[in-house]
C-alpha cells in the first residue's frame, strides 16, 4: 500500500469510528500487540475498536477495498499466538470490545444472545440473574471474551458435562470478509436448513469472518455444586475412578481433573498458602465435581458414597470433600494455579493435547520414558481434563538451568515428540487452545491432506483475498 493510499484508508477509519477508536501511537497500541504468554510481537498499521456490528462491516468492506488485512481480537487471552498481527505493520487488529452489549435474555426459552466482546464471566452473571446457568468456565474467565471462545472453540473444565463452546452455540452473527452481516442468531434447538453455517465459523480463529454476537444455550442452575480431591496411585487408577464417577453419578459429574504431584508441589512451592487437605503420598491427584438437583446435604451424600466405594476397591487411596463454599473454591485454586506457578517457575514448553482414554495412560508412561531420555533432568508437569481426554503434557527445564536456553534449544524436538506420541495414539496435538500460529505447521504435518484441501477451498470461497486473520491456522495460503 502506497503512502498515499495508506493515508486515505486511515482517514477514513477515523471518519467511521472517530479518532479516539482508531490507535496508532505505540504505546496506546503496545497491549494489543503482544499476546498473553509474551511469546508473539507483532506490528499493526492501525489497532480499531468498533462499537457496533454495522462499523465491523464497514470497517470490513474498507479493508478488502484496500486489501488491508484483519486480525480479530477479543481479550488477548489466547496461547497461540492467533490474535497477533505479524510484522510487516500492514495488518489492522480489530478489537471487539466495545460489542459489550446482552441483547436478550429467554430463561424460558434456555437462550442468550450476547455480543462477541462480553466478557465470559458477564455472560455466566447475566444467566444467574435469571436464574439460569452458562456452564463454559475457564481460568481466564474475568478476561477472554465470548467471541474468542467461540473463535477458539474454547473447552474449559465443564466440558465433560456440557460440551465446548460449539456445543453451547445455538447461532451466530457474523460479519464476513467482504463486510456483509450474515444474522444468522437461531434460538431452535432444531433447525434444518441446510449447511451449519455456524460450525464454519466456530473453531475457525477469526479465519473467515468476525463473530459479532451469540445466540447461546443457558441450563437450570444446580441446588448445589459438591466438590472433592482423591489420591490416586497412576492413571490408569484415575481413569478407573472416572468410569464409576460417571456410573453413579451420570450427567451430575460436571468436571473431573488430573494433576500430577509435581505440578502441585510447583503450586505449593510459589504459592505457600495454599494447602492439600492430606498429605500427598501418591503420583496423582483428581479433583472431581459434581452438581445435584435437590440440594447440599443429597449432593455431597452422593459424592461421598462414590468416594467410600473408590476408597473400598483401592481405586483411590485417600480423599477429602470441600464442607464448604470457601473450601470448594480452594481446592478449584490449586488446580487454577498450576500454569501460574510453571509461569514463576520460568519458561516452559507447553502441550495442549488430547488422546482416547483407553489409551491415556499407556500414552502418559511411554511419553513420559521418552522424554527423559531424551532431555535428561527435564521436569514433566502433567494436568488437564481427563473427563475429555485432554492434557496439558509440559515439560519444565532441568532445576538450575536456564529456562530460555533450554526452551530454545529444545522445543521443535520436545512437541515432535510428544505430538507424534499423542497423534499415533488416535489423539490431537491441539485439544482446547486452538492452532493459530503456533502450531500452524503441525497442521501441515498431522493433519490428512483431504481435510487440509478442503479448508483451504473454504477459505478460498468465503475469504479469496486472504485478508481474515491471514498467517494463522492453515499452512500454505498465500499471504495478501
Given at each position: 500500500m502506497q503512502a498515499a493510499e495508506r493515508t486515505r484508508f486511515l482517514d477514513a477509519l477515523r471518519a467511521l469510528l472517530g479518532s479516539a477508536h482508531v490507535l496508532q501511537d505505540e504505546a496506546d497500541c503496545a497491549g494489543y500487540l503482544t499476546d498473553w504468554r509474551k511469546r508473539y510481537r507483532g506490528r499493526a498499521l492501525a489497532v480499531v475498536l468498533p462499537g457496533s456490528t454495522a462499523q465491523v462491516a464497514e470497517v470490513l468492506q474498507l479493508c478488502a477495498l484496500h486489501g488491508v488485512g484483519v486480525v480479530p481480537q477479543g481479550g488477548n487471552t489466547g496461547l497461540v499466538g492467533g490474535a497477533?498481527?505479524?510484522?510487516?505493520?500492514?495488518?489492522?487488529?480489530?478489537?471487539?470490545?466495545?460489542?459489550?452489549?446482552?441483547?436478550?435474555?429467554?430463561?424460558?426459552?434456555?437462550?442468550?444472545?450476547a455480543e462477541a466482546g462480553c466478557l465470559l464471566v458477564a455472560v455466566q452473571n447475566a444467566a444467574a440473574e435469571h436464574g439460569k446457568l452458562f456452564p463454559l468456565s475457564l481460568a481466564a474467565e474475568g478476561s477472554c471474551t465470548i467471541g474468542g471462545n467461540l473463535a477458539t472453540n474454547a473447552g474449559g473444565t465443564a466440558v465433560l458435562r456440557y460440551g465446548n463452546a460449539r456445543e453451547l452455540c445455538l447461532g451466530l452473527e457474523v460479519v464476513t470478509a467482504q463486510g456483509?452481516?450474515?444474522?444468522?442468531?437461531n434460538t431452535l434447538r432444531k433447525n434444518n436448513t441446510g449447511y451449519s453455517l455456524r460450525d464454519l465459523y466456530v473453531g475457525a480463529e477469526g479465519t473467515l469472518g468476525i463473530i459479532t454476537a451469540a445466540t447461546l444455550k443457558l441450563f437450570a442452575q444446580p441446588a448445589a455444586h459438591c466438590t472433592a480431591l482423591a489420591a490416586v496411585r497412576d492413571v490408569s487408577a484415575a481413569i478407573a475412578f472416572l468410569d464409576l464417577a460417571q456410573t453413579r453419578l451420570g450427567a451430575g459429574l460436571t468436571g473431573f481433573e488430573l494433576m500430577s504431584a509435581h505440578s502441585l508441589d510447583l503450586v505449593r512451592q510459589h504459592f505457600p498458602q495454599q494447602t492439600l487437605p492430606f498429605a500427598l503420598q501418591s503420583a496423582w491427584c483428581v479433583l472431581l465435581e459434581a452438581s445435584d438437583n435437590e440440594g447440599e446435604t443429597q449432593g455431597r451424600a452422593r459424592l461421598e458414597a462414590v468416594l467410600q466405594t473408590a476408597l473400598e476397591t483401592g481405586t483411590i487411596l485417600d480423599a477429602a470433600v470441600a464442607q464448604s463454599l470457601a473450601q470448594s473454591r480452594a481446592l478449584w485454586h490449586l488446580r487454577e494455579s498450576i500454569p501460574l506457578a510453571q509461569a514463576q517457575e520460568g519458561l516452559n514448553i507447553k502441550h495442549d493435547i488430547g488422546v482416547p482414554l483407553p489409551r491415556m495412560a499407556a500414552f502418559v508412561e511411554s511419553t513420559a520414558e521418552l522424554l527423559t531420555q531424551a532431555l535428561p533432568g527435564a521436569r514433566l508437569v502433567v494436568f488437564g481434563h481427563l473427563g475429555d481426554g485432554n492434557l496439558h503434557y509440559n515439560v519444565q527445564a532441568p532445576l538450575g538451568s536456564d529456562a530460555a536456553q533450554f526452551l530454545a534449544a529444545h522445543q521443535a524436538a520436545c512437541n515432535r515428540l510428544v505430538h507424534?506420541?499423542?497423534?499415533?495414539c488416535g489423539g490431537t496435538f491441539s485439544a482446547e487452545h486452538g492452532v493459530g500460529q503456533l502450531k500452524r505447521d503441525d497442521m501441515a504435518r498431522y493433519a490428512s491432506p483431504v481435510a487440509l484441501a478442503q479448508m483451504r477451498a473454504i477459505k478460498q470461497a468465503l475469504d479469496p483475498q486472504n485478508l481474515m486473520n491471514p498467517g494463522k491456522l492453515l499452512p500454505d495460503v498465500p499471504a495478501p
Open positions: 497477533t498481527p505479524d510484522a510487516s505493520g500492514t495488518q489492522i487488529v480489530l478489537v471487539t470490545r466495545r460489542l459489550n452489549r446482552i441483547r436478550a435474555v429467554d430463561p424460558e426459552g434456555g437462550t442468550l444472545i456483509e452481516v450474515l444474522d444468522a442468531l507424534d506420541a499423542a497423534v499415533a
